[in-house]
């Protein structure tokens, strides 16, 4: 998450990486964490040679400055610098200078973004009813095994065998 204030004022760093804990300090899962980019620290990069950078520290830079003429010679090398930035540069600039075209390029990325929403939901439910068909499967079994053995044929907890008696 880009932000354009300083949250964390008494750390230096610009990247704060927070992670899911239990209660006992356990990390929940490693898929998941939230990431703020203190934009507000970046000036501070600035005096780094543009080679020495960091992808994360060159594109955040870009969406901090892009806009504020006192930054553009730096702006420009890192653009020169960075071939997908140069890509976003351009585009930015079509859009910005059209308003019939941003409208397309929003139309067209709302298009993406349900597009990509219905087949993430379609995954869902297709597991959904895979996982409903293999409990279906193991509760026919519940006669002819015991429990602790259709638990480790259909990967379930015992209790979720024991569940599916009643």
């Not at 870009?62 to 730096?74: A, E, N, S, T």
């Not at 702006?75 to 941003?102: C, F, G, H, P």
């Not at 929403?117 to 009813?129: G, L, P, Q």
Request: with cysteine.
């Amino acid at each position: 998450m880009f932000i354009a204030y300083t949250v964390f004022a008494n750390i230096n760093d610009y990247k704060h990486e927070f992670k899911l804990r239990t209660d006992n300090g356990d990390i929940l899962t490693n898929e998941l964490s939230v990431i703020f980019i203190e934009l507000s620290k970046m000036k501070k990069i600035m005096i780094k040679p543009i080679e020495e950078m960091t992808s994360l520290e060159m594109w955040s830079i870009f969406i901090d400055c892009v806009h504020d003429p006192k930054y553009r010679k730096i702006v420009n090398n890192i653009i020169k610098a960075k071939e997908e930035i140069q890509m976003a540069s351009t585009l930015l600039q079509s859009i910005s200078q059209d308003d019939y075209e941003r409208a397309r390029f929003l139309s067209r990325r709302k298009f993406e973004n349900d597009l990509e929403s219905n087949i993430n939901t379609a995954i869902k439910k297709e597991k959904n009813k895979a996982n409903e068909e293999k409990l279906e499967i193991a509760r026919s079994l519940l006669d002819v095994l015991d429990v602790e053995t259709i638990a480790n044929k259909f990967n379930i907890t015992i209790e979720e065998v024991t569940e599916l008696k009643k």
